[in-house]
Structures are given as structure tokens and as C-alpha cells.
């Protein structure tokens, strides 16, 4: 198993679309993280769960919603998103949270919004 | 608010050649990483430094700290095809908040 796998790896959806993303580590690490990437913007964190509590989320639309089932599980539901919100959305992971900064990151999920 | 400024923001260069990228800030890091990211792929890490003054070797690339943990380098050597990519540096300050340069696009072409 490869250390953190995303699907889908792309997505098109309409505005009022729902669906999920989901990621899922294999490292036994206890932190996970979504990001947003969007071309020519710094790498956004979005949300950070550790031990599967929720401890950071950046300012966030509703639209956007995380769940974080169990240390190895991380979704990100979406729904009525904008064309604005079409990015490269990658999963990661560390060992712990805030601790030597290295993370491990999936592939991403390529989202185009229609 | 914490920046990292990473410069240049894009580099095309030909095979062989050598480079050089920047991260500086104002602002001391416990630790610094360098990602590569490839084309439809996440950001792979590539090494850690966080001593002041350290360097890190990594075959043709080497890595530098500043002295004052406010900074870093990459150089590459000889640049091959396969470096292409986007590098990332990305800091990590004393209260494990994560701080993202913009990256560098490096182009190297055969």
C-alpha cells in the first residue's frame, strides 16, 4: 500500500452537485490535512484533524465540509460549489500535528467545477 | 502574519546548467522543508534541515539553512529533464504553524 492514496483523482461537478473526496493513510500517523492548490497560489491549508478532532480550519466556505471518521480516514463533502473553486485538493498526513513539519502528501484530487 | 518569499517564481533552464532558489523570511523557522511536486502529482518531501547553518545533500541538490533559521537555498547541479517541477520550501515556526512559499516552476529542457 502506498503511503497516502486520494479518489477520485478527477472530478467534474456541477454547482449543484454533491460529492465527496476521500483520502486514506496507511503510515499510522496521527495528524491529516486538506489543501487547496490553485495555480500560481501558495499551497491554502484548509482544515487540520488530529486524532480525529478537528484543531484548525482556515476560514473555509460552509460549502466545504470535513469528516474525519477514524486516524486513517479523512472526506472532504462538497456541495453547490463555485467554478472559483476548481483546484488540485491534496491530503496529507504527519505523525503527529505541529510537530517536526514534514508531511506526506497523496496524489490530489483534480476538481473542475462546471 | 508570517510570509515566506520564494524567488524565482519560474526558471527555464537548459540541461547542464546549475540554479539556484530562494526562501527568505523575517521570521525564524524550527524547520524547514523542500517538496518537488510533479506534474498531476502531490508534493513529495525531499529533506528536513533545521539547524542553523546546515547543509544537506541530497546527489546534485544541496540544501542550506541560514545561520539565523530565516532562510534557505537549493542548488541543483547539473540540471537534468527530471528535475522539472514545482519546489516548494515550507517553514515550520516555533509553535508548529506551517508556513508555505509561493514555489518555484523549474523548467529544464534537454
Known amino acids: 500500500e502506498t503511503g497516502v492514496t486520494q479518489t477520485p483523482r478527477h472530478l467534474v461537478m456541477g454547482m449543484t452537485n454533491k460529492k465527496s473526496l476521500k483520502c486514506e493513510q496507511h503510515l499510522g500517523h496521527n495528524a491529516m490535512y486538506w489543501y487547496k492548490q490553485s495555480a500560481k497560489k501558495p499551497l491554502e491549508l484548509m482544515f487540520v484533524?488530529?486524532?480525529?478532532?478537528?484543531?484548525e480550519n482556515n476560514s473555509v466556505p460552509s460549502r466545504f465540509s470535513p469528516e474525519c471518521p477514524n486516524s486513517s480516514h479523512l472526506f472532504l463533502h462538497l456541495h453547490t460549489l463555485q467554478p472559483e473553486d476548481s483546484a488540485l485538493y491534496l491530503c496529507?498526513?504527519?505523525?503527529?500535528?505541529?510537530?517536526?513539519?514534514?508531511?506526506?502528501f497523496g496524489p490530489g484530487t483534480r476538481l473542475t467545477v462546471t | 502574519t508570517q510570509l515566506l518569499e520564494q524567488s524565482p517564481q519560474f526558471l527555464s533552464i537548459q540541461e547542464g546548467e546549475n540554479l539556484t532558489v530562494y526562501c527568505n523570511s523575517s521570521s525564524v523557522f524550527s524547520s524547514l522543508q523542500w517538496y518537488r511536486q510533479e506534474p498531476g502529482e502531490g508534493p513529495v518531501l525531499l529533506v528536513t534541515v533545521v539547524t542553523g547553518g546546515e547543509v544537506k545533500k541530497l546527489k546534485r541538490l544541496t540544501f542550506q539553512f541560514g545561520d539565523a533559521r530565516k532562510d534557505s537555498s537549493l542548488h541543483i547541479t547539473a540540471a537534468q529533464p527530471g528535475d522539472t517541477g514545482l519546489y516548494l520550501c515550507?517553514?515550520?515556526?516555533?509553535?508548529?504553524?506551517?508556513?508555505f512559499g509561493q514555489g518555484t516552476t523549474l523548467q529544464v529542457k534537454p
Open positions: 484533524y488530529s486524532l480525529e478532532e478537528r484543531v
Open positions: 496529507a498526513s504527519s505523525p503527529i500535528w505541529r510537530g517536526s513539519g514534514e508531511q506526506y
Open positions: 515550507v517553514g515550520s515556526s516555533n509553535t508548529g504553524k506551517l508556513i
